[in-house]
């Protein structure tokens, strides 16, 4: 995390840009197989979400990740678009994940430890309802288990608040700049969201 900088002004010194939307070069399609299963959450500063998801699921079954945009009706939302606001887009993470070697249960409850999810339109030091706290699933099956472990985690993590936590189907997906991607690995020391932490939560059962 930079010490040099108050949040804010890191904020506000964010990099725009007009670069085009690219593909990852961190895996390739042939990597990726058939039974691969997508994960797509919002957690606020989607730079630190995706650091924290990798991190911790590195040869853990998860075989690529993106950060994005989604939740909004705006189509192609640049960052700077995103950043005001009026989108309504979620700035979010796509886990493309091997079902075979780690369960969209186990990615949820992470999900629920790494961020703050009783924070309506907030993650620490960043307001909006761009760093709002969503799951965002793709099938009846992931509904089911979002709204299960989100009961659970009520009950037994957040006890003390309310989740405010969003489970909406999830819609059109757009890929976030180029730039965004991997942003903390290219940028030591980059803008680092303080709620952004794994909590030493007991296992649900």
């Keep these: 995390m930079a010490t040099s900088m108050p949040n804010f002004l890191q904020r506000l010194f964010r990099p ?13 399609v042939a990597q990726i197989p058939a039974n691969a299963q ?5 957690a606020g500063c989607f730079w ?8 911790h699921f590195a040869d853990k079954g998860l075989l690529r990740s993106e950060v994005g945009y989604m939740g909004g009706d705006t189509r192609n939302p640049s960052y700077r678009a995103v950043c005001t606001g009026r989108t309504g887009h979620a700035e ?27 924070t309506k339109d ?27 472990v989100t009961a659970q985690v009520q009950e037994k993590w957040w006890k003390n608040a309310k989740i405010t936590t969003e489970i909406l189907p999830a819609g059109t997906w757009y890929t976030a700049e180029q730039y965004h991607q991997l942003y903390l690995d290219q ?19």
Excluded: I, W
């Design 38 to 42: 997508n994960c797509y959450v919002a």
């Design 48 to 55: 630190g979400v995706e650091h924290l998801f990798r991190k």
């Design 122 to 148: 907030r993650q620490g030091g960043d307001a909006g309802t761009q760093y709002r706290s969503a799951v965002f699933y793709e099938n009846q099956d992931q509904e089911t288990v979002a709204k299960d």
């Design 92 to 118: 979010s993470l796509k886990v493309v994940f091997d079902p075979n070697v780690v369960s969209y249960k186990t990615l949820l409850e992470f999900f629920y430890k790494m961020h703050d999810p009783t």
């Design 187 to 205: 940028n030591p020391g980059g803008y680092e969201c303080p709620a952004h932490y794994v909590r030493s939560f007991p296992p649900l059962e």
């Design 16 to 28: 725009f840009t007009s670069s085009t939307r690219m593909n990852l070069n961190q895996d390739t």
